[in-house]
């Protein structure tokens, strides 16, 4: 049975950082693109960053480019989102996701992502 747990959320004011993490189990971890995606109310679910599980390449929203870092730890099944600079816009519900990919790029099409955490609420305060 596939989990992902994500934690590190909460509430944070302008400005300041989180960090997130999302472990894995129940499936090879090393073989799968991992991707953070977020959702604020009333918005669709978009992909904020991902990373490939084979070179590492990663794909960042323009919307958090220089601000977040996606990264992962095969050795302890775990990827990560530094989240720096946080905007009260960045407030969310922010879910990992783990997918299968043979593309030469990091998926960062929700519907390619084959499971997901059960997302974690992220609130920046102005």
């Known amino acids: 049975q596939v989990q992902l747990v994500e934690s590190g959320g909460g509430l944070v004011q302008a400005g300041g950082s989180l960090r997130l993490s999302c472990a894995a189990s129940?499936?090879?971890?090393?073989?799968?693109?991992m991707g953070w995606f977020r959702q604020a109310p009333g918005k669709e679910r978009e992909c904020v960053a991902a990373?490939?599980?084979?070179?590492?390449?990663?794909y960042y929203a323009d919307s958090v480019k220089g601000r977040f870092t996606i990264s992962r730890d095969n050795a302890k099944n775990t990827v990560f989102l530094q989240m720096n600079s946080l905007k009260p816009e960045d407030t969310a519900v922010y879910y990992c996701?783990?997918?299968?990919?043979?593309?030469?790029?990091?998926?960062?099409?929700?519907?390619?992502?084959?499971?997901w955490g059960q997302g974690t609420q992220v609130t920046v305060s102005s």
């Open positions: 996701a783990a997918a299968i990919s043979s593309s030469s790029r990091p998926t960062r099409g929700s519907n390619e992502y084959n499971y």
């Open positions: 129940g499936l090879t971890f090393s073989r799968y693109d």
């Open positions: 990373i490939r599980w084979i070179g590492y390449s990663t």
